[in-house]
Nanobody, 125 residues
Framework: QVQLVESGGGLVQPGGSLRLSCVVSGFSLGYFAIGWFRQAPGTEREGVSC????????SYGPSVKGRFTISRDNAKSTVYLQMNSLKPEDTAVYYCAVRRSNYCSGYEPSDYTHWGQGTQVTVGS
């Protein structure tokens, strides 16, 4: 059974940092790309970042490029999202998801087969 469990969310002040974790089980992390998405109330789900777990190739959405860093530890079956210089507009529920292939070529939700339950990130004072 494929499962993804996110953690690491919370409340942080603008300019602060958080590191999200996505622990996967039920499949080998080395065969599928993992994406991070976020969704704020009243908005569509937005692709944030993606990593190929085979060669580490990464991609980022334009709103987070230069501030967020995605990485993976295949031995720990974990993908991380380091978020720096956080802004109030980064407030959302963050989800990780398994892509159908091990290539990061877009953030169409239908290209992702399994999703975690999400972790809330709130940026504010």
């Amino acid at each position: 059974q494929v499962q993804l469990v996110e953690s690491g969310g919370g409340l942080v002040q603008p300019g602060g940092s958080l590191r999200l974790s996505c622990v996967v089980s039920g499949f080998s992390l080395g065969y599928f790309a993992i994406g991070w998405f976020r969704q704020a109330p009243g908005t569509e789900r937005e692709g944030v970042s993606c990593i190929s777990t085979q060669d580490g190739t990464t991609s980022y959405g334009p709103s987070v490029k230069g501030r967020f860093t995605i990485s993976r530890d295949n031995a720990k079956s974990t993908v991380y999202l380091q978020m720096n210089s956080l802004k109030p507009e980064d407030t959302a529920v963050y989800y990780c998801a398994v892509r159908r292939s091990n290539y990061c070529s877009g953030y169409e939700p239908s290209d992702y087969t399994h999703w975690g339950q999400g972790t809330q990130v709130t940026v504010g004072s």
